[in-house]
């Protein structure tokens, strides 16, 4: 196995260490199981002749390996595009879990705070990167993107 660092947003390599990696400095071995496997497999192509080796990143897979396709000898470079491939695939998978999990309290009666929650989930996954401010932005226009809000039509008695 081969390992290949990217850049990505810090907050969402945080979520990802925290979610699939048992330490910070170790490589992440991603399950043939999830959609973000099959999306570095897909975006995986050969080294162009001019472009290095990345050796720096906030993020470090380990690449996958099978056993017909493509050798990660040969195929072990993600280009600009594959990288906003992989962000967005992880946004997508932070976005699901967070929203998920705010809509869970809030459909369990709203045990606690919203800002209780977010700063639970913070805790949960290590984010330092981002405030909890954000993710209630996040929460509220996606709440309101989901359920809107409709106001209520006042009607005007005329005594």
Known sequence: MIP?????????AEYFIAKYGKEESEP???SDK?????????????????VPPVCHGNLVFMLPERRCGKDPLWYNHIGQRGVQMI???IRLEFNNEFHTYMESNELAGR????SVAICMFITRY??????DEAL???YYRWRNRVRPHRK????YKKS
Do not use: C, F
Not at 36 to 49: M, S
Not at 111 to 114: R, Y
Not at 126 to 131: A, Q, Y
Not at 152 to 155: A, C, D, I, K, S
């Open 4 to 12: 290949l660092p990217i850049t990505i947003e810090p907050y969402l």
């Open 28 to 30: 992440i071995r991603i």
């Open 126 to 131: 290590e984010l330092h990167s981002i405030s």
């Open 87 to 89: 962000e967005r695939s």
């Open 111 to 114: 045990p606690i705070d919203i």
């Open 34 to 50: 999830t959609d973000l496997y099959h999306v570095i497999w897909q975006v995986l192509e050969r080294r162009p002749a001019n």
């Open 152 to 155: 209520r039509g006042y009607v």
């Open 136 to 138: 209630k932005k996040n």
